[in-house]
């Protein structure tokens, strides 16, 4: 796998050109994604601008080119829930296969944990029958990264005039206490790395 090239940050706003190019061959020539029209440039920058507001969303780059990216996002909206997330990934697809996909769900991972983070849950289709628009191997990608198959909601999804079924996997990621402290915002993880960093470089 070639990834010494490869860096991980996180993404801005001003990365919404790239990433939605990404992303629009999945709308249109894939199941992996279920939406149907393809955002506008504004929207999709709304898209990164409030996942940023408290989670975190991480872009692969080699040089100026973004290869992929990968973000969190609320699992569900009732306080209870706030130990858990959705995660999201996609890399270019003229760039599988190099280990993008890992570096960025461990950089991802990584972040989550130390905002308090204990379970990462995978909303991902999946097919009987693998063919043009969908094969399994994002159920296989996660597999392959400790997540477990927790559950299948059959023919809930309809797009290319046929009927895909959704998976949900998950993996648990951090301790589960009697007394779990209140989640930390990505923002203020990446504030303490900042400052950690600026402190080592004026020793």
């Known amino acids: 796998m070639e990834t010494a090239s490869i860096q991980i940050r996180t993404a801005s706003v001003a990365d ?38 408290r989670y975190p969303y991480y872009v ?5 080119r973004i290869l992929g990216y990968a973000y969190a996002s609320e699992f569900k909206g009732r306080k209870a829930y706030d130990w858990s997330v959705e995660t999201s990934i996609y890399v270019d697809r003229e760039c599988h296969g190099r280990g993008i996909g890992r570096l960025l ?24 029958n693998e063919e043009e628009h969908l094969t399994n191997d994002s159920m296989y ?15 809930c999804a309809w797009k290319f ?8 996997m998950e993996k648990m990621i951090g301790e589960h206490v009697d007394r779990p402290a209140d989640i930390r915002s990505f923002k203020e993880i990446e504030d303490e790395c900042s400052s950690g960093r600026l402190q080592r470089e004026e020793r």
């Open 16 to 53: 919404a050109e790239q990433i939605l190019n990404i992303y629009i061959p999945y709308i249109l020539d894939t199941a992996i994604t279920f939406e149907y029209v393809i955002p506008t440039l504004e929207s999709f920058k709304a898209r990164i601008r409030h996942t940023l507001e």
């Open 60 to 64: 692969a780059v080699e040089g100026d």
């Open 105 to 128: 769900y461990d950089r991802l991972e990584e972040a989550l944990g130390k905002m308090g983070i204990t379970n990462v849950n995978a909303c991902i289709a999946y097919t009987e």
């Open 141 to 155: 990608f996660h597999e392959h990264l400790g997540y477990a198959l927790v559950g299948t909601f059959h023919k």
């Open 161 to 168: 005039d046929k009927w895909y079924d959704m998976i949900w």
